[in-house]
Protein backbone atom coordinates (compact mmCIF):
# COMPACT_ATOMS: atom_id res chain seq x y z
CA UNK A 1 0.00 0.00 0.00
CA UNK A 2 2.64 2.46 0.88
CA UNK A 3 5.15 1.79 -2.21
CA UNK A 4 1.33 2.30 -4.31
CA UNK A 5 1.05 6.23 -2.53
CA UNK A 6 4.79 6.56 -3.18
CA UNK A 7 4.66 5.81 -6.74
CA UNK A 8 1.29 7.55 -7.18
CA UNK A 9 2.60 10.44 -5.64
CA UNK A 10 5.99 10.31 -7.48
CA UNK A 11 3.50 9.86 -11.10
CA UNK A 12 1.59 13.13 -10.22
CA UNK A 13 4.36 15.27 -10.06
CA UNK A 14 5.67 15.49 -13.57
CA UNK A 15 1.70 16.08 -14.69
CA UNK A 16 1.38 18.83 -11.61
CA UNK A 17 4.70 20.63 -13.29
CA UNK A 18 3.47 20.45 -16.75
CA UNK A 19 0.17 21.89 -15.71
CA UNK A 20 2.16 24.49 -14.37
CA UNK A 21 4.22 25.71 -16.87
CA UNK A 22 1.14 25.48 -19.19
CA UNK A 23 -0.84 27.85 -17.16
CA UNK A 24 1.81 30.40 -16.82
CA UNK A 25 2.73 30.49 -20.20
CA UNK A 26 -0.75 30.89 -21.53
CA UNK A 27 -1.42 33.76 -19.33
CA UNK A 28 1.51 35.57 -20.54
CA UNK A 29 0.51 34.77 -23.63
CA UNK A 30 -2.86 35.98 -23.25
CA UNK A 31 -3.74 39.31 -24.59
CA UNK A 32 -4.16 42.21 -21.43
CA UNK A 33 -1.96 43.56 -19.25
CA UNK A 34 -2.10 43.41 -15.25
CA UNK A 35 -0.99 46.14 -14.89
CA UNK A 36 -3.28 48.54 -16.38
CA UNK A 37 -5.92 47.25 -15.19
CA UNK A 38 -4.70 47.62 -11.34
CA UNK A 39 -3.69 51.16 -12.92
CA UNK A 40 -6.44 52.17 -13.95
CA UNK A 41 -7.97 53.95 -17.71
CA UNK A 42 -6.21 57.65 -16.87
CA UNK A 43 -2.85 55.71 -15.64
CA UNK A 44 0.53 57.16 -17.62
CA UNK A 45 2.52 54.86 -19.36
CA UNK A 46 5.20 55.86 -16.25
CA UNK A 47 2.58 54.71 -13.96
CA UNK A 48 1.83 51.36 -15.75
CA UNK A 49 6.07 50.58 -15.63
CA UNK A 50 5.87 51.61 -12.08
CA UNK A 51 2.73 49.09 -11.19
CA UNK A 52 4.77 45.95 -13.30
CA UNK A 53 7.60 46.82 -11.68
CA UNK A 54 5.90 46.31 -8.38
CA UNK A 55 4.30 43.69 -9.11
CA UNK A 56 7.24 41.53 -10.49
CA UNK A 57 6.32 41.47 -14.11
CA UNK A 58 9.44 43.42 -15.66
CA UNK A 59 11.44 40.48 -14.83
CA UNK A 60 12.34 37.56 -17.44
CA UNK A 61 9.40 35.01 -17.55
CA UNK A 62 11.79 32.30 -16.56
CA UNK A 63 13.03 34.37 -13.35
CA UNK A 64 9.27 35.10 -12.37
CA UNK A 65 8.38 31.28 -12.94
CA UNK A 66 11.08 29.92 -10.82
CA UNK A 67 10.37 32.35 -8.31
CA UNK A 68 6.55 31.26 -8.41
CA UNK A 69 7.50 27.71 -8.57
CA UNK A 70 9.96 28.02 -5.24
CA UNK A 71 6.61 29.36 -3.10
CA UNK A 72 4.55 26.82 -4.40
CA UNK A 73 7.22 24.48 -3.32
CA UNK A 74 6.89 25.71 -0.01
CA UNK A 75 3.12 25.57 0.24
CA UNK A 76 2.50 29.51 -0.84
CA UNK A 77 0.29 29.99 -3.47
CA UNK A 78 1.16 33.42 -3.97
CA UNK A 79 -0.34 37.31 -3.27
CA UNK A 80 -3.26 38.14 -5.39
CA UNK A 81 -2.65 41.22 -7.32
CA UNK A 82 -6.16 42.74 -7.46
CA UNK A 83 -7.42 41.72 -3.77
CA UNK A 84 -4.19 41.99 -2.52
CA UNK A 85 -4.95 38.93 -0.16
CA UNK A 86 -2.82 35.73 -0.11
CA UNK A 87 -4.81 33.34 -2.76
CA UNK A 88 -4.84 30.66 -0.35
CA UNK A 89 -6.28 32.51 1.94
CA UNK A 90 -8.77 33.63 -0.86
CA UNK A 91 -9.66 29.64 -2.33
CA UNK A 92 -10.09 29.10 1.66
CA UNK A 93 -13.10 32.11 2.13
CA UNK A 94 -14.95 31.05 -1.66
CA UNK A 95 -14.53 27.27 -0.66
CA UNK A 96 -17.79 26.62 0.93
CA UNK A 97 -20.11 27.55 -1.54
CA UNK A 98 -18.14 25.58 -4.17
CA UNK A 99 -18.34 22.42 -1.63
CA UNK A 100 -21.59 22.52 -0.68
CA UNK A 101 -22.98 22.48 -4.61
CA UNK A 102 -20.52 20.20 -5.45
CA UNK A 103 -21.73 17.53 -2.61
CA UNK A 104 -25.29 17.94 -2.59
CA UNK A 105 -25.13 17.82 -6.29
CA UNK A 106 -23.45 14.44 -6.32
CA UNK A 107 -25.85 13.03 -3.46
CA UNK A 108 -28.79 13.97 -5.94
CA UNK A 109 -26.92 12.62 -8.21
CA UNK A 110 -26.13 8.85 -7.21
CA UNK A 111 -29.67 8.96 -5.62
CA UNK A 112 -31.63 8.96 -8.88
CA UNK A 113 -28.60 7.78 -11.50
CA UNK A 114 -28.16 4.81 -9.50
CA UNK A 115 -31.61 3.60 -8.93
CA UNK A 116 -32.47 4.37 -12.85
CA UNK A 117 -29.24 2.42 -14.01
CA UNK A 118 -30.33 -0.47 -11.95
CA UNK A 119 -33.81 -0.19 -13.42
CA UNK A 120 -32.47 -0.25 -17.08
CA UNK A 121 -30.10 -2.92 -16.40
CA UNK A 122 -32.88 -5.02 -14.82
CA UNK A 123 -35.44 -4.42 -17.76
CA UNK A 124 -32.83 -4.38 -20.49
CA UNK A 125 -34.49 -4.31 -23.62
CA UNK A 126 -37.86 -2.85 -22.38
CA UNK A 127 -39.78 0.19 -22.43
CA UNK A 128 -38.04 1.24 -19.40
CA UNK A 129 -34.37 0.49 -20.35
CA UNK A 130 -35.00 2.84 -23.77
CA UNK A 131 -36.76 5.62 -21.89
CA UNK A 132 -34.19 6.00 -19.07
CA UNK A 133 -31.50 5.75 -21.89
CA UNK A 134 -33.45 8.20 -24.12
CA UNK A 135 -33.76 10.48 -21.13
CA UNK A 136 -30.09 9.83 -20.35
CA UNK A 137 -29.14 11.01 -23.74
CA UNK A 138 -31.12 13.96 -23.22
CA UNK A 139 -29.58 15.38 -19.90
CA UNK A 140 -26.03 14.66 -21.63
CA UNK A 141 -27.13 16.92 -24.14
CA UNK A 142 -28.73 20.31 -22.49
CA UNK A 143 -25.96 22.64 -22.05
CA UNK A 144 -25.80 23.83 -18.18
CA UNK A 145 -26.15 27.22 -18.52
CA UNK A 146 -30.21 26.34 -20.73
CA UNK A 147 -31.08 23.89 -17.95
CA UNK A 148 -30.01 26.57 -15.47
CA UNK A 149 -32.46 29.06 -16.92
CA UNK A 150 -34.74 26.92 -17.53
CA UNK A 151 -35.08 25.82 -14.12
CA UNK A 152 -35.13 29.30 -12.69
CA UNK A 153 -37.31 30.39 -15.17
CA UNK A 154 -39.67 27.09 -13.72
CA UNK A 155 -39.37 27.01 -10.09
CA UNK A 156 -38.57 30.66 -9.71
CA UNK A 157 -40.42 33.07 -12.02
CA UNK A 158 -43.21 31.00 -12.80
CA UNK A 159 -43.88 29.36 -9.08
CA UNK A 160 -41.88 31.11 -6.58
CA UNK A 161 -40.60 28.24 -4.60
CA UNK A 162 -37.38 28.79 -4.73
CA UNK A 163 -34.37 31.62 -4.89
CA UNK A 164 -33.23 32.19 -8.48
CA UNK A 165 -29.69 33.78 -7.31
CA UNK A 166 -27.31 33.87 -4.55
CA UNK A 167 -26.01 32.00 -1.54
CA UNK A 168 -26.96 31.91 2.35
CA UNK A 169 -24.54 30.53 4.36
CA UNK A 170 -24.91 26.97 6.46
CA UNK A 171 -24.73 29.11 9.76
CA UNK A 172 -27.79 31.52 8.35
CA UNK A 173 -29.81 28.39 8.58
CA UNK A 174 -30.26 25.07 7.22
CA UNK A 175 -33.34 25.79 5.13
CA UNK A 176 -32.42 29.08 3.36
CA UNK A 177 -29.06 27.34 2.72
CA UNK A 178 -30.66 24.42 1.39
CA UNK A 179 -33.44 26.03 -0.84
CA UNK A 180 -30.36 28.83 -2.63
CA UNK A 181 -28.61 24.99 -3.32
CA UNK A 182 -31.57 24.07 -4.39
CA UNK A 183 -31.41 25.20 -8.08
CA UNK A 184 -27.70 25.39 -8.85
CA UNK A 185 -27.58 21.22 -7.53
CA UNK A 186 -30.37 20.14 -9.52
CA UNK A 187 -29.03 21.73 -12.77
CA UNK A 188 -26.17 19.98 -12.46
CA UNK A 189 -27.40 16.92 -11.58
CA UNK A 190 -29.42 16.40 -14.49
CA UNK A 191 -26.12 15.86 -16.28
CA UNK A 192 -24.18 13.98 -14.20
CA UNK A 193 -27.25 11.24 -13.03
CA UNK A 194 -27.47 10.36 -17.08
CA UNK A 195 -23.82 9.83 -17.04
CA UNK A 196 -23.70 7.92 -14.31
CA UNK A 197 -26.97 6.59 -14.82
CA UNK A 198 -25.56 5.51 -18.70
CA UNK A 199 -22.02 3.79 -16.47
CA UNK A 200 -24.59 1.86 -13.86
CA UNK A 201 -26.71 0.47 -16.82
CA UNK A 202 -23.62 -1.12 -18.99
CA UNK A 203 -21.92 -2.17 -15.73
CA UNK A 204 -24.36 -3.90 -13.89
CA UNK A 205 -25.79 -5.81 -17.67
CA UNK A 206 -22.71 -7.00 -18.05
CA UNK A 207 -22.79 -8.60 -14.43
CA UNK A 208 -25.82 -9.93 -15.10
CA UNK A 209 -24.48 -12.24 -17.59
CA UNK A 210 -21.74 -13.78 -15.41
CA UNK A 211 -22.51 -17.42 -14.21
CA UNK A 212 -22.75 -16.46 -10.47
CA UNK A 213 -26.15 -14.58 -11.30
CA UNK A 214 -27.56 -17.66 -12.76
CA UNK A 215 -26.32 -19.94 -9.67
CA UNK A 216 -28.09 -17.14 -7.38
CA UNK A 217 -31.59 -17.70 -9.42
CA UNK A 218 -31.01 -21.46 -8.95
CA UNK A 219 -30.89 -20.80 -5.09
CA UNK A 220 -34.25 -18.75 -5.03
CA UNK A 221 -32.69 -15.40 -3.97
CA UNK A 222 -34.92 -12.59 -4.73
CA UNK A 223 -34.39 -10.45 -7.90
CA UNK A 224 -34.14 -7.15 -5.61
CA UNK A 225 -31.64 -8.70 -3.46
CA UNK A 226 -29.73 -10.31 -6.47
CA UNK A 227 -29.72 -6.57 -7.97
CA UNK A 228 -28.57 -4.92 -4.65
CA UNK A 229 -26.42 -7.49 -2.78
CA UNK A 230 -24.34 -9.36 -6.06
CA UNK A 231 -24.89 -7.56 -9.30
CA UNK A 232 -24.52 -3.91 -8.06
CA UNK A 233 -21.29 -4.75 -5.49
CA UNK A 234 -20.05 -6.93 -8.82
CA UNK A 235 -20.22 -3.71 -10.89
CA UNK A 236 -19.14 -0.91 -8.12
CA UNK A 237 -15.93 -0.80 -9.59
CA UNK A 238 -16.85 1.21 -12.47
CA UNK A 239 -19.47 2.92 -10.90
CA UNK A 240 -17.39 4.08 -8.06
CA UNK A 241 -15.18 5.16 -10.52
CA UNK A 242 -17.10 7.22 -12.47
CA UNK A 243 -19.00 9.08 -9.21
CA UNK A 244 -15.17 10.17 -8.55
CA UNK A 245 -14.35 11.52 -11.61
CA UNK A 246 -17.31 13.44 -11.83
CA UNK A 247 -16.74 14.84 -7.84
CA UNK A 248 -13.70 16.13 -9.08
CA UNK A 249 -15.36 17.92 -12.14
CA UNK A 250 -17.55 19.39 -9.68
CA UNK A 251 -15.42 20.62 -7.51
CA UNK A 252 -13.75 22.40 -10.89
CA UNK A 253 -15.77 22.76 -13.27
CA UNK A 254 -18.41 24.48 -11.25
CA UNK A 255 -17.46 27.79 -13.26
CA UNK A 256 -20.98 28.33 -15.77
CA UNK A 257 -22.96 27.27 -13.04
CA UNK A 258 -21.74 29.34 -9.99
CA UNK A 259 -21.40 32.25 -12.45
CA UNK A 260 -25.63 31.75 -13.40
CA UNK A 261 -26.88 31.73 -9.77
CA UNK A 262 -24.32 34.10 -8.00
CA UNK A 263 -22.83 32.05 -6.22
CA UNK A 264 -19.78 33.01 -4.54
CA UNK A 265 -17.26 30.44 -4.85
CA UNK A 266 -14.05 29.60 -6.23
CA UNK A 267 -15.21 29.02 -10.01
CA UNK A 268 -17.27 32.61 -9.46
CA UNK A 269 -13.60 33.73 -7.66
CA UNK A 270 -11.95 32.21 -11.38
CA UNK A 271 -13.74 34.68 -13.68
CA UNK A 272 -13.29 36.99 -11.52
CA UNK A 273 -9.36 36.45 -11.66
CA UNK A 274 -9.43 36.25 -15.40
CA UNK A 275 -11.47 39.30 -16.02
CA UNK A 276 -8.83 41.19 -13.91
CA UNK A 277 -5.76 39.39 -15.25
CA UNK A 278 -4.34 38.18 -11.77
CA UNK A 279 -1.76 35.56 -12.79
CA UNK A 280 -1.50 34.77 -9.05
CA UNK A 281 -4.39 34.11 -8.23
CA UNK A 282 -5.77 32.00 -11.91
CA UNK A 283 -2.44 29.94 -11.35
CA UNK A 284 -2.97 29.39 -7.60
CA UNK A 285 -7.01 28.13 -8.60
CA UNK A 286 -5.34 25.83 -11.00
CA UNK A 287 -2.45 24.35 -8.83
CA UNK A 288 -5.68 23.82 -6.05
CA UNK A 289 -7.92 22.19 -8.55
CA UNK A 290 -5.00 19.87 -10.15
CA UNK A 291 -4.39 18.93 -7.13
CA UNK A 292 -8.07 18.16 -5.26
CA UNK A 293 -8.39 16.03 -9.28
CA UNK A 294 -5.25 14.04 -8.06
CA UNK A 295 -6.35 13.46 -4.46
CA UNK A 296 -10.01 12.21 -5.32
CA UNK A 297 -8.30 9.92 -7.88
CA UNK A 298 -6.32 8.38 -5.67
CA UNK A 299 -8.80 7.73 -3.50
CA UNK A 300 -10.86 6.19 -6.09
CA UNK A 301 -7.83 4.05 -6.47
CA UNK A 302 -7.59 2.96 -3.20
CA UNK A 303 -11.65 2.33 -3.06
CA UNK A 304 -10.87 -0.85 -5.71
CA UNK A 305 -9.54 -3.00 -2.57
CA UNK A 306 -12.61 -2.60 -0.43
CA UNK A 307 -14.72 -3.67 -3.42
CA UNK A 308 -12.80 -5.85 -4.91
CA UNK A 309 -10.48 -8.05 -2.85
CA UNK A 310 -8.81 -9.66 -6.00
CA UNK A 311 -7.24 -5.89 -6.68
CA UNK A 312 -3.94 -5.47 -5.14
CA UNK A 313 -1.63 -2.90 -5.10
Known sequence: MLNFLFRRVLAVMPVLLVVAIIVFMMLRMTPGDPAAVIAGDSASAEDIYRVRTELGLDKALLVQFLAWLGQVLQGDLGYSFFYKMEVSQLIAQRLGPTLSVAGWTMVL??????PLGLLAAWRRGSWLDRSIMAASVA???IPVFVGGYVLIWLFSM?????PSQGYTPYAQGVLPWL????????TLAVLYTALIARVTRAAVSEALT??????????????????L??????????IV?????????????????????????????????VLSRDYPLIQGIT??????????????????LMLDPRIRY
Request: charged share 10%; proline share 3%; glycine share 8%.
Open 109 to 114: TVLMAV
Open 139 to 141: GLS
Open 158 to 162: RLGWL
Open 179 to 186: SGLALPCL
Open 210 to 227: EDFVRTVRAKGVSELRLM
Open 229 to 238: RHALTNAAVP
Open 241 to 273: TVIGLSLAGLISGVVVTETIFAIPGVGQLTVDA
Open 287 to 304: VFFSLVYVVINLLVDLSY
